[in-house]
């Protein structure tokens, strides 16, 4: 069974010297962001904001400037205060947590990775990484152990002595992951870490990224304005408005089966030929009544997985229609060369 290593419940933030009024007056009036803006002149920067993260899972969280995304991030290491609602990490109430139990928290169990890495200019590679374990007070011996692992891990060998400014934006990139690698903590908080970078450099860097990430089981909340990013590296995508959630899922989920004309407007561009699949578009095998020319035992099989494009090479090889399985090989559902195109056009049938 998934655990849930991150949950937030109800989360309002609302800046300003009234924001408990505000907010009061959010729950007892139903004000509208512009609305407490006009009397409070406070502002609403994530509003009634819930959802869990599960263990290795990452979870993107994407929204135009302004959204409330980097807002959000910040509150689950207590870097913002909430105004209201309920921030557990790792089964700790992160809102009870004071003093020494709150920098425990940040130190050993919370990494954090920022667009704008401030990398001690005057600290070389090795001493940049190893810096959190310095302020744990680990042995120099043991810091530089673990600082030579993770640079090996974000291929950074032989940059040791190096310093930031001898380094392009990618490699200081590395070097942030790598220090919050050093920490080994269990989540990662990631703020649009690549989005500064050119676009070849910037795929490299998701492509090491996944692989860590799933090489270490580690649990990431990444923020991005980027779809084609957040399609690309999130297990599951929350897409935010004005300081809201407006849209939990899949990519296959938010591509396909968009919330509203928010998200449909975002995903209109986006090429549906890996990320939607077999499963969403087949008829049911019960239910499907073949033509008069088609054979169902001599079609192809697929699994209830195979993406768009690998049913359009099984298509471009027969006339028949594409039986699909489920994962015993049981036969469950059909696909025909109509399904397949308005699965093309649309994502579903």
């Not at 989540?187 to 690549?194: A, G, I, R, S, Y």
């Not at 270490?216 to 690309?232: G, M, P, Q, S, Y």
């Not at 929350?238 to 407007?265: C, H, L």
Request: charged share 25%; hydrophobic share 40%; aromatic share 4%.
């Amino acid at each position: 069974m998934s655990e849930d290593v991150i949950e937030l419940h109800n989360v309002w933030k609302i800046f300003g010297d009234r924001a408990l009024e505000a907010m009061a007056a959010v729950e007892n009036r139903g004000l509208t962001k512009p609305e407490v803006l006009e009397e409070f002149a406070c502002v609403v920067g994530i509003a009634d904001c819930s959802f869990n993260v599960q263990r290795g899972e990452i979870f993107c969280v994407m929204g135009l400037s302004g959204s409330g995304k980097s807002t959000m991030v910040r509150h689950l290491n207590r870097l913002i205060e909430p105004t209201a609602g309920k921030i557990s990490v790792l089964g700790k109430d992160m809102l009870s947590l004071r003093g020494d139990a709150l920098r425990e928290m940040r130190a050993r169990h919370i990494g954090m990775v920022f667009q704008h890495m401030a990398l001690l200019p005057h600290r070389t590679v090795r001493d940049n990484v190893a810096f959190p374990l310095q302020i744990r007070g680990e042995s120099k011996s043991r810091r530089w152990e673990i600082s030579q692992r993770c640079l090996s891990m974000v291929n950074l060998d032989g940059y040791e002595d190096r310093f930031p400014r001898e380094l392009s934006g990618g490699m200081q990139q590395r070097v942030g992951l790598a220090r919050a690698l050093a920490s080994d903590p269990e989540v990662l908080l990631m703020d649009e870490p690549f989005s500064a970078l050119d676009p070849l450099i910037r795929r490299q860097l998701q492509e090491q990224f996944m692989a860590l990430s799933a090489e270490l089981n580690k649990t990431t909340v990444f923020i991005t304005h980027d779809l084609d990013e957040a399609i690309r590296i999130g297990n599951r995508i929350a897409i935010m408005k004005d300081g809201r959630i407006v849209q939990i899922g899949t990519p296959e989920q938010i591509v396909t089966n968009p919330a509203d004309d928010y998200v449909r407007d975002f995903v209109e561009g986006i090429s549906k030929l890996k990320l939607v699949f077999a499963h969403s578009i087949m008829e049911d095998i019960h239910t499907y009544q073949p033509a008069a020319n088609e054979q169902l035992a001599q079609s192809p099989r697929a699994h209830h997985g195979t993406d768009l494009d690998g049913l359009i090479d099984i298509s471009t090889t027969t006339d028949q229609p594409i039986v699909i399985q489920s994962d015993s090989n049981e036969d469950i559902g059909v696909i025909n060369k109509t399904t397949l195109l308005k699965g093309i056009q649309g994502g579903k049938a």
